[in-house]
């Protein structure tokens, strides 16, 4: 069974249902989690990837412009952190044994180094569902993940998402 879990979380709205069914598993085979939050200039609530002016034609409005960049991505940090301290409270409150990592990069790539390094037995991520184009331009998390990890993958999809089987096929087939 699985003893080493590590759970992805990202800002989003499908983080608490990713981290509630990880926390579930924790207790049920009695495992170690280990919350990973990868920091990304276009996760949600990110200041985003800073846009440097042309430092010739505006050098103190480029000062003040990275410093203002500074401080929001501080404060970016800080909530991560605050969040995750908050989740490890609930895990241990929940006598789940549970330790938190938050670092800056490529989340995919991110997610199977810190996996691999702790020894992880099972990597929890969420999906996004996103399809088609969307895809393709946002990529996939939970798809590199699957495909590059060196232990299980389980990918939480979000509760009442749409089958992408037709309603008329399945009473079809009932």
């Not at 184009?133 to 979000?158: D, F, P, Q, T």
Request: glycine share 6%; hydrophobic share 40%; charged share 15%.
């Amino acid at each position: 069974m699985f003893k080493k879990i590590l759970v992805a979380l990202d800002n989003s709205t499908h983080r608490q249902e990713v981290f509630e069914q990880a926390l579930g598993l924790a207790s049920a085979t009695q495992a170690e989690l280990m919350l990973c939050h990868v920091l990304s200039a276009y996760e949600e609530g990110s200041p985003g990837i800073p846009i440097r002016s042309y430092q010739a034609y505006y050098p103190v409005l480029e000062d003040s412009t990275w410093r203002l960049y500074q401080k929001h991505w501080e404060e970016f940090e800080a909530q991560g952190i605050a969040q995750l301290q908050q989740e490890i409270e609930t895990a241990r409150a929940a006598g789940v044994p549970a330790e938190f990592t938050q670092a800056a990069g490529e989340p995919a790539a991110t997610i199977c180094s810190v996996a691999n390094s702790w020894q992880a037995d099972l990597i929890m991520v969420g999906s996004h569902g996103r399809r088609g184009i969307s895809e393709l331009l946002l990529g996939s998390v939970s798809n590199y993940v699957m495909h590059h990890a060196e232990c299980s993958v389980l990918v939480v999809h979000r509760q009442g998402t749409t089958s992408p089987v037709a309603p008329d096929a399945v009473s079809a087939t009932a």
